[in-house]
């Protein structure tokens, strides 16, 4: 499984270990048959910069991410075999027809495959236009294969064998986006709560994932302010559920950077896990597009890799 000379070159690092120190091969084989291994990229935020400045952003604007680092890291998931890849939001950059188109090309084999749930995140909802149009269910969907009829379609759950990843929508529309804060709401919640329910009594682990934040670490990256204004509302009700119920794990994007915070949780302390952006153009070590490799088992989380691009 080695990755070295992957397009986007990737290097295989511990998330508890300092970046860039680290340089192996190619990530272990799982150590039992039980074990589910989970990818999880975010934010890719597909522009096509030639149509922009349009929906508040510059066409500079779009060169902080780059589409072949993505292409990169998406080549080397395929190359580590994960079972299953998550997408958590932010696909476009302001809800494009093209931009999704290029999603869905991006996407392609992993959706045949069978392989691949994906949730919006608030620029995937950013014109009235494009929500209208169920654009982002059309062309991405929860499966990635898009929706010939657009319809309330979360929470999508995707049995893994002894795992069960449970998606939902956080991603809302409003008139000013930059400021537009993500909501679960309570029907999704509700649900979420009673899967937890049913796969704790079927002795499965659950692992939920969305788009936005649940904590910020406190170290803070200045650039990031703008993520810090459009928070989920209900975040302390996600926080609830964790204190309440076993959950294996909770993933998201939304926010750049990279980190783990572990909350509490029903029976052990809980991970939750932002990926940062699967495309962003950094030389700060949290924001160098990357993608997580998780190993789950029916008692949880049992290992965390990065597949981080711009390695050597
Ligand atoms: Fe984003
Ligand atoms: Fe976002």
């Known amino acids: 499984m080695a990755i070295?000379?992957?397009?986007?070159a990737a290097i295989v690092t511990s998330?508890?270990?300092?970046?860039g120190a680290v340089s192996i091969l190619g990530l272990a084989p799982p150590e039992e048959s039980a074990i589910v291994r989970i990818g999880h990229i975010s934010d890719l935020h597909l522009a096509d910069r030639a149509r922009y400045p349009r929906n508040g952003f510059s066409a500079r604007d779009c060169e902080r991410h780059s589409t072949k680092l993505a292409k990169g890291l998406l080549d080397a998931l395929r190359e580590v075999d994960v079972d299953h890849l998550v997408l958590t939001g932010d696909l476009t950059f302001s809800s494009e027809p093209r931009e999704f188109e290029r999603a869905a090309d991006m996407l392609r084999w992993w959706a045949a495959a069978g392989k691949l749930t994906v949730v919006p995140g608030n620029h995937d909802v950013w014109t009235a236009d494009a929500v209208d149009s169920g654009r982002f269910l059309r062309a991405i969907g929860p499966d990635g294969k898009g929706m010939r009829r657009p319809a309330p379609t979360y929470p999508h759950v995707v049995p893994?064998?002894?795992?069960?990843l449970v998606a939902l929508d956080s991603a809302r529309f409003g008139e000013t986006p930059h400021q537009t804060a993500g909501r679960i709401g309570a029907d999704q919640l509700r649900?979420?709560?009673?899967l937890c329910r049913?796969?704790?009594k079927a002795g499965k682990a659950t692992v939920l994932a969305f788009h936005h934040?649940?904590?910020?670490?406190?170290?803070r990256i200045p650039s990031d302010v703008l993520v810090a204004r459009m928070?989920?509302?209900d975040a302390d009700q996600v926080i609830r559920l964790v204190a309440e119920l076993p959950v294996a794990a909770v993933l998201h994007g939304h926010r750049h950077c990279a980190?783990?915070?572990?909350?509490?949780g029903a029976d052990h302390p809980t991970p939750i896990l932002c990926a940062g952006s699967a495309s962003r153009v950094a030389d700060e070590p949290v924001r160098r597009a990357r993608a997580y490799v998780y190993d789950f088992d029916a008692s949880g989380l049992k290992g965390v890799e990065a597949l981080v691009s711009g390695g050597t």
């Open 231 to 233: 928070p989920l509302a």
């Open 198 to 200: 049913q796969h704790q």
């Open 160 to 164: 893994l064998g002894e795992v069960v």
């Open 213 to 219: 934040h649940v904590v910020l670490p406190p170290e």
């Open 15 to 19: 998330l508890t270990e300092t970046e």
């Open 191 to 194: 649900s979420a709560r009673e």
């Open 259 to 264: 980190f783990r915070v572990d909350i509490p």
């Open 4 to 8: 070295r000379g992957v397009p986007g």
